[in-house]
């Protein structure tokens, strides 16, 4: 197989690493990749949502399958665009994406087929979601714009104050645009969050290992929220029989809700998930892998990547084992100095070999997220700029694996969680 991988960050690097494994896979290539890509894969400077740019890289390639990663081409279509030109696509098509890309659609879609989630108005005018918000006069109150808004999106409003210059942001400034033109002003709710991704072919869905994301930016779960510092699995709150109560109450039915709502969603579906005092309850979906959830789920598989994606692409799931490893996986994040706000680029990453890894680290795999190849060297391009793995038999054992590794990567101002693995 030649599999054409698009997007290029860490999660593009972990499904890389284990098609990789794959002895199908003939050649990987990647739009537009990274520095650390590069070591893996052939990548090509195509934008991740040129669609028309994707569809000549495929055919010049040849391909086999193309693998659509992030949200916003998922959601632009380019997997309609894909199978219309004859390519094989692992992702849903934008019909199905739409399970990320608008809250107000899945909102709605938990309430018709009864799949637990926070109670919820929608509002598209700014003055009646604050009198909604007074009237209620609950705090903390969560406030949600409907679009895509690269996991900024949403508010915890202390207090009305708070949620009035969250909906006059939204709504008014327009911070995220369109994706702000309706609004979700939901319930609070409590407890460990868990993130479980799923294959799914749209007829049967196969659970990954599950996995905690850590989405503030400093330790003690405090700063702001980021697109995830760090990542472990399993997550210890998700014990066998929450899993089986999910899978009945809320895995199934929603892949039965998209079905009867003719939006039959194929590729990965991700559950963000909260598991209150009244049971787990939906945070959101993703329509796609979690980043940097991918980063410790997937080195734990033991089957056949590439048979996987190819078997979702062809809707043969139900005969396509999937197996995984007993081992626990954490992943340290690390970012550059300021991220999530504004930080610097270009700084020399010192301490890894000449294919961005680690010498003499068994068991340690560093995904790039954010880095860039200048004159041969290896430099930050991003916010987030590696992703630190480790596999362990244990989850200490992984946790002090993985720090060791950072310890021994430098670039200046770099900046990690401490606590990864070890807060709720
Ligand atoms: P989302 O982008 O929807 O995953 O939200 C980002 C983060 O906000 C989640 O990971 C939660 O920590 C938090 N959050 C979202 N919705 C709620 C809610 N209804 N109650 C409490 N926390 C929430
Ligand atoms: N780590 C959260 C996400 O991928 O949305």
Known sequence: MKILVVGGGGREHAIIRKLKESPKVEAIYCAPGNGGIAADAECFPVNAMDIEGMKALAKEKAVDLVFVAPDDPLAAGMVDAMEEAGFKAFGPRASAAIIESSKVFSKDLMKKYGIPTAGYEVFDDPAKALAYIESQGKYPVVVKADGLALGKGVIIAENYDMAKEAVHSIMEDKVFGASGNQVVIEEFLTGPEVSVLAFTDGKTLKPMVSSKDHKRALDGDKGKNTGGMGTVSPNPYYDDAMAQRCMEEIFLPTVAA?????????????????????????????????????????????????????????????????????????????????????????????????????????????????????????????????????????????????????????????????????TR
């Not at 062809?314 to 396509?320: M, T, V, Y």
């Not at 690390?334 to 990453?349: D, V």
């Open 258 to 422: 998209m079905n009867a709502e003719g939006r039959p969603f194929k590729g990965c579906l991700y559950f963000g998930l909260m598991l209150t005092p009244d049971g787990p309850k939906v945070i959101e979906y993703n329509s796609r892998f979690g980043d940097p959830e991918t980063q410790v789920v997937l080195p734990r598989l033991k089957s056949d990547f590439a048979d996987i994606i190819l078997a979702v692409a062809e809707e043969r799931l139900a005969d396509q084992p999937v197996e995984w490893s007993d081992e626990a996986a954490a992943c340290v994040v690390m970012a550059s100095g300021g991220y999530p706000a504004s930080y610097p680029k270009g700084l020399e990453i010192t301490g890894l070999d000449e294919n961005g890894q680690l010498p003499g680290a068994e068991g340690v795999t560093v995904y790039h997220a954010g880095t860039a190849l200048k004159d041969g060297k290896l430099v930050t391009s991003g916010g987030r700029v590696l992703g630190v793995t480790a596999l362990g038999k244990t989850l200490d054992e992984a946790l002090n694996k993985a720090y060791a590794a950072v310890e021994k990567i430098h670039f200046d101002g770099a900046h990690y969680r401490k606590d990864i693995g070890r």
